[in-house]
């Protein structure tokens, strides 16, 4: 399928591995100069070099942290005005909201909240003006159904969730079109960090707690980053125009809700 995405760019943010790697690697199969950030410059190089010799793809990639000023910066004067735009970062750490300092309310606001929506603000008028824009905001299935020990992260994405409901349906008319892609358990070194902390715990070993994590979803296995970097090439696709503002949930089924 021609996702009609030939000669446009976009920038995949925190896209040196996982799914945003998987999602910079889909766009790039379809034709788009991809550009990457992540914080290991080293990983990050090697993630460009690799993902345009699988593709033949132009990759550029821009070091630094994306949830800070200096991080966007470098990743905005390598990619100035992206057509596309997927944004992503680490999710905030899990454990019970007594424990939380201000200032992990305030690295989770930053990093999952307020990060999308300063890069949003970059590069959404150069779209409106040129009447083509996509962007996907990588969330978490945590904004449909919240995760227990998960509050940092439930509440600075379901932030960004009410603030793309609003924002997506003014921009649409200018063909620039927000979506929001959610995982649920992915194959990806979150999960076997996630994993590894609950063997630790549990005194069970590694293999087992990932397979009990697939034995308990529907699909009986996890997803794999290529079908969810399928789906957010899709979503920036010139066929995705008429999707506005939903949040795509990939969890295997693991939601059990009618909407
Ligand atoms: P991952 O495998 O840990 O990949 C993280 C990638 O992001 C790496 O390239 C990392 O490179 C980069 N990165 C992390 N923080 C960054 C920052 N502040 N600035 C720039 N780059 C950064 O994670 P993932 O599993 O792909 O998850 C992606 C997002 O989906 C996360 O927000 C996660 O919470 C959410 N999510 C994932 C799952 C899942 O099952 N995988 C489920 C629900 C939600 P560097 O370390 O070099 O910066």
């Excluded at 943010?13 to 945003?20: E, I, P």
């Excluded at 997506?168 to 649920?184: D, F, M, T, W």
């Excluded at 994993?195 to 529907?218: D, H, I, N, T």
Aim: net charge neutral; hydrophobic share 45%.
């Amino acid at each position: 399928m021609d996702l009609g995405l030939h000669a446009r760019t976009a920038l995949v943010c925190a896209a040196s591995a996982g799914l945003g790697r998987a999602s910079a690697q889909a766009l790039a199969q379809a034709g788009v100069a991809v550009t990457i950030t992540g914080r290991n410059e080293e990983k990050l190089a090697i993630a460009a070099k690799e993902i345009a010799a699988a593709t033949g793809a132009k990759i550029s990639y821009a070091a630094g942290d994306i949830t800070t000023p200096e991080g966007r910066a470098a990743a905005l004067s390598v990619c100035p005005s992206p057509d596309i735009l997927v944004n992503n970062a680490g999710g905030p750490p899990a454990g019970d909201f007594r424990d939380f300092s201000e200032q992990d309310w305030q690295e989770a606001l930053n990093g999952n909240l307020l990060t999308p929506i300063a890069l949003i603000k970059a590069v959404i008028d150069p779209m409106i003006e040129r009447k083509w824009g996509r962007i996907v905001n990588i969330t978490s299935g945590s904004v449909k159904a919240p995760i227990p020990h998960l509050g940092l992260s439930n509440t600075a994405r379901t932030g960004l969730t009410g603030f793309i409901a609003g924002l997506s349906r003014q921009v649409a008319q200018h063909n620039v079109i927000i979506n929001n892609l959610l995982p649920g358990a992915f194959d990806t070194d979150r999960l076997q960090k996630l994993a590894k902390v609950e063997a630790e715990k549990s005194g069970k070993s590694l293999e087992e707690v990932v397979r009990a994590r697939a034995a308990g979803l529907p699909t009986r296995r996890v997803g794999q980053p290529e079908e969810f970097g399928a789906m957010c090439a899709f979503l920036c696709s010139q066929y995705a125009g008429y999707i506005v503002g939903q949040n795509i949930l990939m969890d295997g089924g693991n939601i059990n809700s009618t909407l």
